[in-house]
Nanobody, 117 residues
Framework: QVELMESGGGLVQPGGSLRLSCAAL????????MGWYRQALGKERELVAR???????DLADSVKGRFTISRDNGKSTVYLQMNSLKPEDTAVYYC???????????WGQGTQVTVSS
């Protein structure tokens, strides 16, 4: 089992940047794919980015070239660097940990990101 604690959300103007952090508490973290999802008001939750313990990552087409996901295995923390933010990036962002063997998902509590002038 893993517990996820997110931080870093907030209000930012269009074109601005934010960095989200997700600290994971638990054992065997190398067996988890870590990721970020988001859910805008009235919409379904969608994958933003994910990364393996080995550093392989993929990002949603809508954020490629603007967002970067990274992972510090020593600190058990995954980051989402968000640049050139747009109003359509406004959503609650959730940290996710997916266990490769059990196929169980764990979720953080979510952090609000609002992009507005």
């Amino acid at each position: 089992q893993v517990e996820l604690m997110e931080s870093g959300g907030g209000l930012v103007q269009p074109g601005g940047s934010l960095r989200l952090s997700c600290a994971a508490l638990g054992n065997g973290l190398s067996m988890y794919v870590m990721g970020w999802y988001r859910q805008a008001l009235g919409k379904e939750r969608e994958l933003v980015a994910r990364i393996t313990s080995g550093g392989s990552s993929d990002l949603a087409d809508s954020v490629k070239g603007r967002f970067t996901i990274s992972r510090d295995n020593g600190k058990s923390t995954v980051y989402l660097q968000m640049n050139s933010l747009k109003p359509e990036d406004t959503a609650v962002y959730y940290c996710n940990a997916y266990h490769l063997i059990s196929r169980v998902d764990y979720w953080g509590q979510g952090t609000q990101v609002t992009v507005s002038s």
